[in-house]
């Protein structure tokens, strides 16, 4: 009886064992999910470039980071001259 509840407990710690650790290294599990253009997103969202990592969103309001002016809700992303990330107006 005892090895039976030994055993149990055995599996239900190694399942939470596996839940815990990915199976893929976190790296290449993140960059899987990272946008590299607007054709990987979906309809009506953009690849974010400015965030790190690149992320699809909706277009976002004046105050955001930006590099494109597609990904500003006003179509104005304003980059300071020698900054690769500028904000939506």
């Known amino acids: 009886m005892v090895r039976k509840l ?3 407990a055995l599996v239900v710690v190694a399942v939470g064992l596996a839940r815990m650790v990915p199976f893929t290294p976190s790296g290449e599990a ?3 999910a990272e946008c590299q253009k607007d054709a990987d997103c979906k309809e009506g969202t ?3 470039l ?3 990592p690149h ?3 909706a277009p976002m309001e004046a105050g955001a980071a930006c590099k ?5 809700a006003s179509k104005k992303c304003e980059l300071p001259a020698g900054k690769e990330v500028g ?3």
Do not use: E
């Open 55 to 57: 992320v699809c969103k």
């Open 30 to 32: 993140q960059a899987a």
């Open 87 to 89: 904000t939506c107006k």
């Open 50 to 52: 400015a965030l790190s």
């Open 6 to 8: 030994f055993v149990g």
């Open 46 to 48: 953009f690849c974010i």
């Open 68 to 72: 494109r002016d597609v990904v500003c």
